[in-house]
């Protein structure tokens, strides 16, 4: 079961802001062990150069909390599996910072996108580790950065 509110409200001229609410049943197998999870997102396109360059830029926070793993699908078996004891480490709260932006000009687009902004940054010292376990079978997950370039040809 899930119970996810939505909210868009445009916030500025071409500026929208998305929030954005889940509760789901984590003794669930279909379950991915977060039980509430709150999320906000502002998003912004604006042009350039007499319309010719389009600009979008997005921001995103999230709070997954509630995070229960003791019933899962093993993921090499697809077999449910239910734990009765805790696990080792703690399921702390996770603070999850995503941003990107995206330049596109005709049927060109550039896009680059960081996903845990806080793990990139504890890589410099600046914070501290920001990695976090999603599931009990597999390695913590950390910073991810994605580079995007489409080119669209006609014929």
């Given amino acids: 079961r899930i119970i996810d509110f939505f ?4 916030i500025y001229s071409n500026t929208n802001l998305y929030l954005n609410y889940k509760i789901k049943n984590t003794k669930s197998i279909y379950s991915d062990g977060i039980g ?3 999320s906000v997102k502002l998003k912004n396109e604006f042009k350039l150069f007499n319309d010719f360059m389009i600009v979008k830029i997005n921001g ?3 709070y997954l909390y509630n995070r229960d793993y003791s019933v899962n699908i093993n993921p090499v078996e697809m077999i449910p599996q239910v734990s009765s004891q805790p696990y080792a480490q703690g399921f702390n709260p996770i603070n ?4 990107g932006i995206a330049i596109h000009v005709s049927r060109f687009m550039l896009a680059i996108k960081w996903y845990n902004i806080l793990d990139i940054l504890s890589s410099t010292g600046i914070t501290p ?3 976090f376990l999603l599931h009990p079978n597999f390695p913590a997950l950390g910073r991810q950065i994605n580079i995007l370039i489409r080119w669209e040809f006609e014929g």
């Fill in 60 to 62: 995103e926070y999230a």
């Fill in 7 to 10: 909210l868009t409200k445009p």
């Fill in 129 to 131: 580790n920001n990695s």
């Fill in 96 to 99: 999850i910072l995503n941003t």
């Fill in 36 to 38: 509430n999870m709150l």
